[in-house]
Structures are given as C-alpha cells and as structure tokens.
C-alpha cells in the first residue's frame, strides 16, 4: 500500500471516529432536554392548571405574525390541549405591516389544532373597519378568520349586519352572507 493511500484511509477513520463521537454527544444533550422539558410540563400540571398572563406568538410561512395575549387561562380537564382564555388580545401583523387588533372576553385555543375560537363580545379593528361579533374563529394554518353570530361591521363609508363573515388574510379577500341566503343589511354610515 503507498503512502498516500494508507494516510487517506487513516484520515477517513479518523474522520468517522469524529463524527460518531460528536453524533452521540448531540444525541445524548437532546435527549436530556426532551426529558428536562416533559419533566417540567408534567410538575406544572400537576400544581396547577391555571396560568396567569399567557402569551404565546406564532409566524406563519407567509410573514404573517400571532400574538395572543391573555390575562389568564387555564387547561380544560377533559381536553388537555385547550386552553380557557380570559380577556384575550391577539395582535396580527400582516406581510405587508398592516396590524389587525381582536379583542375578547373569553376563548379556547387548541394547542393541537393550532386554533381559536374567540366568545362573548369580540372586536376587531383593522385601519378604519371594525367588525363585532359574538364568536371568531381563527385558524393560523390557513391564515382565515371567521366570524359569525350577529356580526356588526363599521366601516369609513357604510355599516352591515350579517351573519357570517370569512376573511382571507393572505390574499385580503373578504366574504360577508347571510345563512339564509338573503341579502345582507347595509346602512348608510353617518
């Protein structure tokens, strides 16, 4: 064997020895993170269900930003991946910067489901528009809000009054019907 190719080979061991050595390393730290972190959910759990000022903040692939805040909130105890929310405030921030603010005295998010369901007095403001309604769902997977149960919307120029309204955050659209099929309440703003 030459001289180059028996310190190749050498080099190429020495290499693999590198490599699984570090790969046991890694394997090793996240494995005792993935302990440490269920440890630490289980101890919560256990002490209590209840949070106090929740936040949690998700970015979908678009750009668009989630920032729901809440008071407090806590595990509901037949679906441990709901969570009640008291006086919830969700901030989102379009791609292009545009801010959509939705307040509520209750809601559920499924943690699971990457979903809320927004109850009991909602209002979202976006630019000069504001829309009330009794319940909001907001899917983040889809960037899709809806809203319905006696739905009030306020704009620069006119007010509604319809059932259900469906909003497309990506591309901006927005769809307003009633369940009935009639034709939707518009008055004259003023």
């Given amino acids: 064997m030459s001289y180059k190719t028996l310190t190749q080979v050498l080099l190429f061991i020495i290499l693999l ?10 394997y090793e730290f996240q494995n005792f993170n993935n302990q440490e972190e269920l ?5 919560n759990l256990n002490e209590s269900t209840e949070l106090k000022n929740v936040t949690y903040e998700t970015k979908a692939l678009d750009g ?21 929310l008291k006086d919830v405030t969700i901030l989102i921030t379009l791609s292009n910067n545009d801010e959509i603010i939705l307040v509520s005295k209750k809601g559920l998010y499924d943690i699971e489901n990457n979903f809320i ?10 630019l000069d528009h ?6 909001f769902d907001i899917f983040f997977s889809k960037n899709l809000i809806e809203a319905y149960d006696n739905l009030r919307y306020e704009g620069p120029n006119y007010k509604l009054i319809a059932d ?17 099929n009639s034709k939707v309440k518009i008055l004259k703003a003023g």
């Avoid at 440890?39 to 101890?43: A, C, G, I, V």
């Avoid at 504001?130 to 319940?135: A, G, H, I």
């Fill in 17 to 26: 020895i590198i490599l699984f050595y570090y790969y046991n390393k890694i």
């Fill in 39 to 43: 440890k630490l959910n289980s101890e």
């Fill in 64 to 84: 668009t930003q989630y920032l729901i805040s809440s008071k407090s909130g806590e595990f509901l105890s037949k679906k441990k991946n709901t969570v009640f």
């Fill in 117 to 126: 369901n927004l109850l009991d007095e909602v209002r979202m403001n976006y």
């Fill in 130 to 135: 504001v829309v009330e309604s009794e319940k």
């Fill in 164 to 180: 259900k309204s469906i909003i497309d955050l990506v591309n901006r659209d927005i769809k307003i019907f009633m369940f009935d």
